[in-house]
């Protein structure tokens, strides 16, 4: 089975948008900058209301924007870098991702990077929408499209990691 699809900046500006917890450490550091951002906000508010001192205002502010970054907007940063450093390695602006799945392993392939990863190290497959993400261990995944697939389909291909999965 083959999923083929096209990595352009315009996907890659979609992946940016979407979010995903899977693993318990981007669930803890979700949480741990989640309540940083609220301590330095209810830090902010107290050092307000009791005319604090401007250290503590600005410590508390920078502690704000740090926390609203690494929630909200350092996927786009990150994703931005990736894609740039892809297309500079790559020498192209758009290139081709394949996922095959033999019997042995599954083989992405990036333009012409070859990666090979083993069905016994897969932690989770997620679906949504059009999109299943293959999840390995470090929160790391392959992203399939469902109608990508020009070999097989992704019925069939869930079925056969089901089955390598159990060996």
């Not at 995903?20 to 209301?49: E, M, N, Q, Y």
């Not at 392959?142 to 990691?161: M, P």
Request: hydrophobic share 40%; glycine share 4%; aromatic share 16%.
């Amino acid at each position: 089975m083959k999923n083929e699809y096209i990595i352009n900046k315009q996907r890659v500006k979609e992946w940016s948008k979407e979010y995903h917890l899977h693993d318990k450490t981007s669930i803890r550091k979700f949480v741990a900058w989640f309540v940083i951002g609220c301590v330095g906000l209810l830090a902010l508010i107290v050092s307000i209301t009791s005319n604090g001192n401007w250290l503590y205002i600005c410590s508390s502010v920078v502690l704000v924007l740090t926390a609203i970054y690494q929630l909200v907007f350092s996927r786009f940063t990150s994703w931005r870098i990736r894609y740039k450093a892809c297309a500079h390695h790559y020498g192209v602006p758009e290139w081709i991702r394949t996922h095959e799945f033999t019997e042995e392993e599954i083989i992405l392939t990036d333009h012409t990077f070859v990666t090979d990863y083993q069905y016994g190290d897969i932690e989770a497959i997620t679906e949504k929408g059009n999109t299943v993400m293959i999840w390995f261990p470090n929160n790391y995944a392959l992203r399939l499209y469902k109608d990508a697939f020009v070999e097989g389909s992704w019925e069939a291909c869930k079925e056969f990691i089901s089955q390598k999965r159990r060996k």
